[in-house]
């Protein structure tokens, strides 16, 4: 007997848990934005959309009976486009200035992303992320930090900051200099070294950041959109139909 695709067997497990909601108005599909975040969410060879977000959010979107359209955003311009409108749609901390007065936030923990502060074994480590003043950090290009940005960004600190595109590369420059400091979350960190130990390589828990749904003001029907998935999201956690 052949075993469905797992996709399949999610899709008919959201079927008999999600009463079927009517679709909100025609041409008007909900725009979720991502920025490459691997492995949450990140755009594959082929160009699709991945990522185990991208794929809980699907399957929340189906039971909803919302028409989801998946875009990729160089991560600067995510948090304004949903701010303006342009995109509907976010996962992730509700913390960007840009979000402040224009986005509706669900209550639901969708997912928790520890952040961590990397330094090498020369370099004195850090417990507290207001002791990076004075000090070297590498950063990702676009990522607010749950809110450590402007920490960061302002002169009164003395931050130096570099920026990169990637763990990957936020790596490479972490093993080129030094003392200096490297802000990198979890995953994508044990990614980058991709079954490698660095003995070297020190790493200290800054924080936990709680992922959410945020939906655009200016989305269209954005209330009922956000307690349509804030809906679904329950029914099917309840059930055990999600990670």
């Known amino acids: ?29 909900v725009l979720l934005g991502y920025a490459e975040f691997l492995p949450f969410t990140y755009t594959d060879s082929e160009g699709r959309p991945q990522g185990s977000l991208i794929e809980m959010v699907r ?3 189906a039971g909803a009976g919302l028409d989801l359209e998946t875009r990729a955003v160089p991560a600067p311009s995510l948090y304004p486009a949903i701010a303006d409108g342009s995109l509907h749609l976010f996962m992730g901390l509700t913390t960007p200035p840009e979000f402040q007065g224009t986005t509706l936030v669900g209550e639901s923990v ?70 200096t400091f490297l802000l990198e979350y979890t995953l994508p960190m044990k990614l980058a070294l991709a079954g ?31 307690a349509r998935l804030e809906h679904s999201f329950q029914r099917l956690r309840s059930a055990g139909a999600l990670p």
Request: proline letters at 10%; charged letters at 20%; a neutral charge.
């Open 110 to 179: 969708i997912a928790r992303i520890e952040l961590d502060v990397y330094a090498m074994d020369e370099t004195p480590p850090v417990q507290h992320m207001e002791e990076l003043a004075g000090r070297t950090v590498i950063v990702h290009a676009g990522y607010s930090y749950a809110g450590w940005r402007p920490f960061l960004e302002n002169p009164a600190n003395r931050v130096t900051l570099i920026s990169v595109d990637s763990a990957e590369q936020g790596l490479s420059a972490l093993r080129n200099r030094r003392d």
């Open 1 to 29: 007997m052949r075993v469905p695709p797992i996709r399949v067997m999610v899709g008919l497990l959201v079927a008999l848990l999600v009463p079927p909601l009517p679709v909100l108005a025609a041409n008007q599909p």
């Open 196 to 226: 490698r130990t660095l003995p070297n390589l020190k790493a200290t828990p800054m924080s936990v950041v709680e992922a959410h749904f945020v939906v655009s003001k200016k989305a269209p029907d954005a209330a009922d959109v956000l």
């Open 59 to 61: 399957t929340v979107a």
